[in-house]
């Protein structure tokens, strides 16, 4: 997407569309070099993964780009940054805070990423942020671990780390983001958490448009500090055939979630977002007893 081609009506959307492709291409580094620190396992002698981009155009107003890298660490890991514009259609704008007021217009500029790991004993990772605008704007996202097998250390530091950005940014309440990321992330038609939660954030509009980017761009920072040190402490142990097997079985509940209820899911389908990028979070391989 050339960045000439979207409009930035103001100073915040334009920090936004630089931070998020920043952010993006930080991630992307930081996963490269797990891929290149790979020792002691079945993949090893494999060559370490790299990202393969796609830039992509949205008939309509703006694009996005895919990056998309298949490892030995990483099965399938995407890290998608875009920025789209235009106008909802009648019956969705009802959905959307202040699309009513102004004709359905919006602008959208958010960065997603899904990770699908290779061993069953390093956990899966999502996290999304985003700056939304109407007649109203404001920021959301968050970021939810998936692990196959919980381990307790890897729950407690993910969510110390997270209470730890919220904190830096009063009044942002951990708690309240932590329950509303167990509400989002509950399989319901199962009964069951997606995995061991996170944070999830919507409609961030506090009156300081600062301190609300600010937040989010913790957010980014925090997910890359903690997420790859979870997976440094696995990545290098064998697996059993039982334990990929179990992997794949809660890998389908995972695309269970994501077909069903997610948001960001609809929302891209229903904004005439890239179909392949949108489903991007669907793992590799899964299976259904």
């Given at each position: ?22 952010l993006?291409d ?6 490269e ?16 993964g ?12 703006g694009?996005g ?19 789209v ?16 007021e ?5 602008w ?5 990423l ?5 061993s ?10 985003r700056?939304?605008v ?10 939810d ?10 729950t ?6 997270l ?12 708690q309240e ?7 989002y992330?509950f ?22 448009k600062?301190?609300?980017?600010a ?10 500090d903690?997420y ?28 269970e ?5 997610d ?15 949108i ?9 259904w007893p």
């Amino acid at each position: 997407m050339k960045p000439q081609t979207v409009p930035i009506a103001d100073d915040m959307k334009n920090r936004a569309v630089i931070w998020f492709r920043s952010l993006r291409d930080t991630i992307c580094q930081s996963f490269e070099a797990l891929e290149d620190e790979l020792t002691g396992t079945r993949l090893s002698a494999h060559a370490p993964g790299r990202f393969k981009c796609k830039t992509w155009e949205r008939e309509g107003g703006g694009g996005g780009e895919m990056s998309l890298m298949r490892g030995r660490v990483f099965e399938k890991v995407g890290v998608n940054i875009s920025t789209v514009y235009g106008h909802f259609n009648e019956d969705f704008r009802k959905q959307i805070p202040g699309a009513l007021e102004n004709g359905g217009q919006f602008w959208a500029s958010g960065i997603s990423l899904v990770a699908h790991m290779q061993s069953p004993l390093v956990p899966a990772i999502h996290m999304n942020t985003r700056m939304i605008v109407t007649s109203k704007s404001w920021f959301g996202g968050g970021t939810d671990l998936n692990p196959m097998f919980p381990d307790e250390r890897d729950t407690a530091d993910f969510h110390a780390a997270l209470k730890a950005c919220c904190d830096r940014h009063p009044p942002v309440s951990y708690q309240e983001y932590k329950e509303w990321c167990d509400r989002y992330f509950f399989i319901q038609h199962r009964n069951e958490a997606r995995g061991v939660g996170g944070i999830f954030y919507d409609y961030l509009d506090s009156g300081n448009k600062d301190a609300d980017f600010a937040f989010t761009q913790d957010v980014g920072r925090t997910f890359i500090d903690i997420y790859p040190r979870i997976v440094r402490r696995h990545m290098n142990k064998d697996w059993t055939t039982e334990q990929r097997e179990h992997q794949l079985v809660k890998r389908g509940r995972y695309a269970e979630f994501n077909l069903i209820y997610d948001r960001g899911t609809q929302f891209g389908l229903k904004t005439g977002g890239n179909t392949e990028a949108i489903l991007m979070s669907l793992p590799p391989e899964a299976k259904w007893p």
